[in-house]
């Protein structure tokens, strides 16, 4: 789903998604824990779905829901302006459940806490301010890499 501020809410269905323009990314996911994964990443820009729910002026800030209560945000303008993907594939096989099925959101040069995974709703809204799960309980609402992130 990809409703909040846009001006036609969105339902996809998986096959919707998957049949979508995709490209593929070799990317670094960075745990604040301290490992880190290269990926392969397959999926649809996040441009694609925004394009088609219609997104209002007024928007700024795109929430990702997940299936277990998870949230983050990011800021709009970064999403659209850095090409992130919503990953439906690694290494060239559909997400697994324990990596996130049905889909990942590749914040590319984030810390990994900002990786939203099932991700089953996408949200547009007009608060920058948005706290998801982590940085709720202090950390880093950027995420950026090199930066602490509590």
């Known amino acids: 789903t990809v409703d909040g501020l846009v001006d036609q809410p969105m339902n996809y269905a998986y096959n919707d998604v998957v049949a979508l323009p995709s490209e593929q990314r070799l990317i670094t996911i960075y745990c604040v824990e301290g490992w880190n994964a290269t990926i392969l990443w397959k999926g649809v820009l996040m441009q694609t779905i925004l394009d088609a729910a219609k997104v209002q002026n007024k928007a700024n800030t795109v929430i990702f829901h997940a299936t277990d209560g998870y949230t983050t945000s990011l800021p709009l303008k970064e999403i659209l302006d850095n090409n992130l993907m919503l990953a439906y594939d690694a290494n060239g096989i559909a997400l697994p459940p324990e990596m996130g099925f049905p889909f990942i959101f590749v914040a590319e040069d984030k810390w990994g806490y900002k990786w939203a995974r099932w991700v089953n709703r ?29």
């Open 122 to 150: 996408i949200e547009l809204s007009s608060d920058p301010s948005y706290k998801g799960y982590w940085e709720s309980r202090g950390y880093d609402n950027d995420a950026v890499l090199g930066r602490p992130f509590s």
